[in-house]
């Protein structure tokens, strides 16, 4: 059976075993059995590879990777991915994916795959001459970018436009140049860095000012994905729900205080998926935040508004660099087999996916804050956290977490006390 005729709506798929729901996504998503033992395997990268993916490595830290079932996007089923420390956000990703599911999921698009390297030049006294200067090169300038990578330019990638902008600095103007780069199926940072190294010695010459920093921009604004949804009224509990949304979403809008808990709660689920495929979060993260600040002051990354049948509407827009290939990608074998559950053969597919589970994570926490508050959902599952924390162990984590959820206690010091009750009760 095709991946397009699987269906990721699995309701109850958090009350399976591990194993059984390994099973499932491996049926959903066709793994191998080299992708099945991959996932199963405890602690599963290798120390000699960590050894060599960065510098003096001593210890492995496995995240735990969740899978987010009844995602529709772009009428097509996905089961999606997600490492992350943090209970309840997988269960969002699944709870508000599933109140959308049957008014059609998520729609996406991507505004391409562009990534900007900056060149800084100073030591001009006519920045506006140096400008136009380099702008007069720019077939060299191509010339000189595409020579740097021909297997990119061979992919259909490779440089796309020419920006130079003065930036007035505290130490003077500076003349600043974009290489607009199409870096395909690579997050390309690696790539654009070559290019703009490569290509200042000529900006120097050119201008006869001196080059310093030449490296990308992670306000990568040229490589936005987008998402949108909507949430029937009925289906999300009635209007007073939807208002109540609608009313934390105008708070977010208009206060930085609260829009950078808002915009954390889409990074939730934005760099659970980027960190499963070995994507850079810390790259993902910079471009999210600075994005959410374009018009001058800092704001919600979504939007969220009623449509004309009285349903919720939310939408996001943000810059997503995120690559099959390149960085990590490809040389850690658990990301390749996420990577493989998402069955995306573009990193433009990617990104549209991430941007969905963005917009999912943020409804999911709206819904909460505008109705039971947070701890009930979220509470309810850190409170078998709480019981680890506390020495619980086996089947002692559940009991003693149901304890803690009926008390409204989930403490560290109710835990401890409890957990010495039970024990001393079955003694
Ligand atoms: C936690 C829920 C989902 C419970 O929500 P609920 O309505 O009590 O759930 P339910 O038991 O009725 O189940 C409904 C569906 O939710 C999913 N679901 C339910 N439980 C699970 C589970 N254990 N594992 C996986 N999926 C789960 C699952 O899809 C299930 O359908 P089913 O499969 O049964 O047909 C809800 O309360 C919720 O979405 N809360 C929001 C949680 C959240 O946003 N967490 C993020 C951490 S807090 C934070 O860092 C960000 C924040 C909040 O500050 C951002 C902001 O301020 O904007
Ligand atoms: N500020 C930041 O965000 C910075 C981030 N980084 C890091 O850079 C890394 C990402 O850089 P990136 O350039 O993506 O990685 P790589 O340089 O590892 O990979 C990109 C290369 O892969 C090759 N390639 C093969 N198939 C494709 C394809 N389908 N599409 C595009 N390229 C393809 C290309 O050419 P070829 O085969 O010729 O190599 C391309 O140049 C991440 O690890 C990131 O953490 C680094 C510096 C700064």
Same mark, same amino acid.
């Given at each position: 059976?095709?991946?397009?005729?699987?269906?990721?709506?699995?309701?109850?798929?958090?009350?399976m075993s591990t194993?059984?729901?390994?099973?499932a996504?491996?049926?959903?998503?066709d793994?191998?059995?080299?992708t099945?033992?991959?996932?199963?395997?405890?602690?599963?990268?290798? *120390?000699h590879?960590?050894?060599h993916?960065?510098?003096?490595v001593v210890?492995t830290?496995?995240?735990?990777?969740?899978?987010a079932t009844?995602?529709?996007?772009?009428?097509?089923?996905?089961l999606v991915p997600m490492?992350?420390?943090e209970?309840?956000?997988?269960?969002?990703?699944?709870?508000?994916?599933?109140?959308?599911?049957?008014?059609?999921?998520?729609?996406?698009?991507?505004?391409?795959t562009?990534?900007?390297?900056?060149?800084?030049?100073?030591?001009?006294?006519?920045?506006e001459n140096? %400008?136009?200067?380099?702008?007069?090169? %720019?077939?060299e300038i191509?010339?000189?970018?595409d020579?740097?990578?021909?297997?990119?330019?061979?992919? +259909? +990638?490779?440089?796309?436009?020419?920006?130079? %902008?003065?930036?007035?600095?505290? #130490?003077?103007?500076?003349?600043?140049?974009?290489?607009?780069?199409?870096t395909?199926?690579?997050?390309?940072?690696?790539?654009?860095?070559?290019?703009?190294?490569?290509?200042?010695?000529?900006?120097?010459?050119?201008?006869? #000012?001196k080059v310093?920093?030449?490296?990308?921009?992670?306000?990568?604004d040229r490589?936005?994905a987008?998402?949108?949804? *909507?949430?029937?009224?009925?289906?999300i509990?009635g209007?007073?729900?939807?208002?109540?949304?609608i009313?934390?979403?105008?708070f977010?809008e208009?206060?930085p205080?609260?829009?950078?808990?808002?915009n954390?709660?889409?990074?939730n689920?934005?760099?659970?998926?980027?960190?499963?495929? #070995?994507?850079?979060?810390r790259?993902?993260? $910079?471009?999210?935040?600075?994005?959410?600040?374009?018009? #001058?002051?800092y704001?919600?990354?979504?939007?969220?508004?009623v449509t004309?049948?009285?349903s919720?509407?939310?939408?996001?827009?943000?810059?997503?660099?995120?690559?099959l290939?390149?960085g990590?990608?490809?040389?850690?074998?658990?990301?390749?087999?996420?990577?493989?559950i998402l +069955?995306?053969?573009t990193?433009?597919?990617?990104? %549209?996916i991430?941007?969905a589970?963005?917009?999912?994570?943020?409804?999911?926490a709206m819904k909460?804050l505008?109705?039971?508050?947070?701890?009930?959902?979220?509470?309810?599952?850190?409170?078998n956290?709480?019981?680890?924390?506390?020495?619980?162990?086996?089947?002692?984590? $559940?009991?003693?977490?149901a304890?803690?959820?009926e008390?409204?206690?989930?403490?560290?010091?109710?835990?401890?006390?409890?957990l010495?009750?039970?024990r001393?009760?079955a003694?």
């Amino acid at each position: 059976m095709s991946i397009s005729n699987l269906t990721s709506r699995i309701p109850g798929f958090h009350r399976m075993s591990t194993a059984e729901r390994l099973e499932a996504v491996a049926a959903f998503s066709d793994l191998d059995e080299t992708t099945r033992a991959q996932l199963a395997a405890p602690g599963n990268i290798d *120390t000699h590879l960590a050894d060599h993916m960065i510098e003096n490595v001593v210890a492995t830290l496995s995240i735990p990777i969740g899978v987010a079932t009844n995602m529709r996007v772009d009428g097509k089923d996905v089961l999606v991915p997600m490492a992350t420390e943090e209970s309840s956000v997988v269960a969002a990703v699944c709870n508000s994916a599933r109140q959308c599911y049957d008014s059609g999921g998520f729609i996406t698009s991507v505004s391409g795959t562009l990534m900007i390297a900056q060149v800084q030049l100073v030591g001009v006294t006519d920045p506006e001459n140096a %400008r136009l200067r380099i702008l007069e090169h %720019r077939d060299e300038i191509a010339a000189i970018c595409d020579r740097c990578d021909p297997m990119l330019v061979q992919l +259909g +990638g490779g440089f796309r436009d020419l920006e130079v %902008r003065i930036v007035d600095s505290r #130490g003077g103007p500076m003349v600043v140049t974009h290489l607009i780069v199409d870096t395909r199926d690579a997050m390309g940072a690696n790539t654009v860095n070559t290019m703009a190294e490569t290509l200042a010695p000529s900006i120097e010459s050119w201008t006869g #000012g001196k080059v310093f920093l030449r490296i990308l921009s992670n306000l990568a604004d040229r490589r936005l994905a987008r998402a949108r949804a *909507t949430w029937p009224a009925e289906a999300i509990g009635g209007e007073a729900v939807r208002d109540g949304m609608i009313s934390a979403y105008h708070f977010a809008e208009a206060d930085p205080y609260r829009a950078a808990t808002h915009n954390k709660g889409i990074m939730n689920g934005v760099s659970a998926v980027v960190l499963a495929t #070995g994507n850079d979060t810390r790259a993902v993260e $910079a471009g999210a935040h600075a994005y959410a600040a374009r018009k #001058g002051r800092y704001t919600s990354l979504t939007s969220w508004e009623v449509t004309a049948d009285g349903s919720l509407a939310g939408s996001i827009e943000i810059p997503l660099p995120v690559g099959l290939v390149g960085g990590a990608t490809k040389i850690h074998p658990t990301a390749r087999a996420c990577l493989k559950i998402l +069955g995306v053969s573009t990193a433009a597919e990617l990104a %549209r996916i991430i941007a969905a589970v963005g917009l999912a994570q943020n409804f999911g926490a709206m819904k909460a804050l505008a109705t039971t508050g947070i701890q009930k959902g979220h509470m309810a599952l850190h409170a078998n956290n709480v019981a680890i924390a506390a020495g619980a162990v086996g089947d002692e984590v $559940a009991m003693l977490a149901a304890i803690l959820v009926e008390r409204r206690q989930v403490r560290q010091d109710v835990a401890t006390a409890e957990l010495e009750r039970m024990r001393a009760g079955a003694a």
